[in-house]
């Protein structure tokens, strides 16, 4: 097994103490993940071009934009985890950033409904291998009261990722076909990949916590088993799932609600969303940190309190957007659930790594990424997709509105997971074995 020693260590040691580096690493990182997104999500601004050419229901653009890349990527995500646990994170990263935009690439290439399938199973393939090991080399660079911050700074990627997807997406859509589009998404991540290996450094583990690092990583059930023995994790997990189906859900289906409730062309909708997302998405998405970070110094429940806020405050604003026939109306209300939307990965993330030892660090953020992408990505489309189908034949075009409006119970249970998890995170926050 490998692991840093001599002077390797020494000199990553030191460099991950430098504020200047370690704040070089979250960018680069930063925008792995905003590629990561944009290869995974520009596919839903594409969703009516692609229903269009191959004659496709709701519920097979629910199972594309979500079950079936959802399956993969979450499996394949805990084994790379476990290599993540044990031997070089940067090394996966870079190895994985490859495949996915390479993947990316021959989604452009589908000359059939099923070349595209397998495409997308291969961009699952790739991003299963980024997040965990991101999260973890994270956590090696920032102490745990600057860990929900540089997470939530990380995690606001995926908002940047969606503003490049949604409107360069649906520029490149509307002015060249929806393959050139996949084609321009693929293209950066493959150039990154050479970024990451040349200037990113393979931290030594436990560096922010000042611990001493054994190089023994735990079994993978010994991470299961203390994961499990955590009420808090099991609520947090659980709420993240449920907040991640309605998060899901939206993005795989605004596009297709838009062009087919209020009339909007691939570009309108490419610009629309790029900036609900994008502008408020990644504000919310990083001050949520921020915020959980500050009031966290006093009581670590703000990792959890935030995300419960936010989705409470979010809710009564969903049946505007969904069921209003005044596209200005509806806009303006989903500009609250577009802030809120994403505010619970970092605060998540941070109360996560915060329950376990360097070395299951990992592993832990798979598991918990299993788990809110097997609720949220599996199940959120396609179940969407489903209700929509169902309510076709009463409701016609309209069917798509109601069948949203579903992700506000979904947000519902959410927020309840939120109060339960906050009953117990700092007994099992405090309980978190040293390295």
Excluded at 175 to 181: E, H, K, P, Q, S
Excluded at 374 to 392: A, H, K, Q, V
């Amino acid at each position: 097994m490998a692991v840093e020693q001599g002077g390797a260590a020494e000199a990553s040691a030191k460099s991950s103490a430098l504020p200047g580096y370690r704040h070089y690493v979250l960018v680069i990182l930063t925008l792995v993940y905003v590629v990561n997104y944009l290869d995974r999500q520009i596919l839903n601004v594409l969703l009516p071009l692609i229903k269009k050419e191959f004659v496709l229901p709701d519920v097979a653009l629910g199972a594309l934009s979500g079950t079936v890349f959802a399956v993969v990527y979450a499996t394949l995500g805990i084994p790379l985890a476990i290599f993540a646990d044990r031997f070089n994170r940067r090394n996966i990263i870079a190895g994985s950033l490859f495949v996915f935009s390479l993947m990316t690439v021959f989604c452009g290439l589908a000359a059939r409904f099923w070349h595209l399938v397998l495409a997308r199973l291969g961009t699952g393939i790739g991003e299963s291998g980024t997040g965990p090991s991101i999260s973890a080399i994270l956590a090696d660079y920032y102490p745990p009261k600057q860990r929900a911050t540089a997470l939530s700074f990380y995690s606001a990627g995926l908002n940047i990722g969606l503003l490049f997807g949604f409107f360069g997406g649906g520029w490149i859509a509307q002015n060249f076909g929806w393959r050139d589009a996949f084609l321009a998404a693929g293209i950066p991540g493959l150039v990154l990949v050479f970024l990451v290996l040349l200037t990113v450094r393979e931290p030594v583990r436990g560096t922010a916590e000042r611990a001493m690092d054994s190089g023994h990583a735990p079994s993978f059930w010994s991470v299961v088993a203390r994961l499990w023995s955590l009420k808090s994790f099991r609520w947090i997990a659980i709420g993240t799932g449920m907040n991640s189906f309605s998060g899901y859900s939206l993005v795989a289906f605004l596009p297709l609600f838009l062009t087919t409730s209020h009339h909007f062309n691939p570009l309108q909708t490419g610009i629309t969303l790029a900036l609900l997302t994008g502008i408020p998405g990644a504000a919310g998405t990083f001050f949520s940190g921020v915020i959980a970070d500050r009031f966290g110094k006093k009581d670590l429940r703000a990792l959890v309190i935030v995300p419960m806020t936010g989705v409470l405050l979010a809710l009564p604003f969903g049946p505007v957007v969904f069921l209003s026939q005044s596209i200005t109306l509806a806009l303006a209300a989903a500009v609250v659930p577009s802030f809120m939307g994403a505010i619970y990965v970092g605060p998540g993330l941070a109360a996560v790594q915060g329950m376990v030892s360097p070395r299951m660090r990992a592993t832990s953020v798979a598991l918990f990424l299993f788990i809110l992408n097997m609720i949220g990505l599996g199940l959120g489309p396609l179940t969407i997709g489903e209700i929509s189908d169902l309510l076709r034949p009463s409701l016609g075009s309209d069917s798509l509105r109601w069948a949203l409006m579903f992700t506000l119970v979904s947000g519902s249970v959410a927020a309840f997971c939120y109060w339960r998890a906050s009953r117990t995170l700092r007994q099992d926050i405090a309980s978190a074995p040293s390295a």
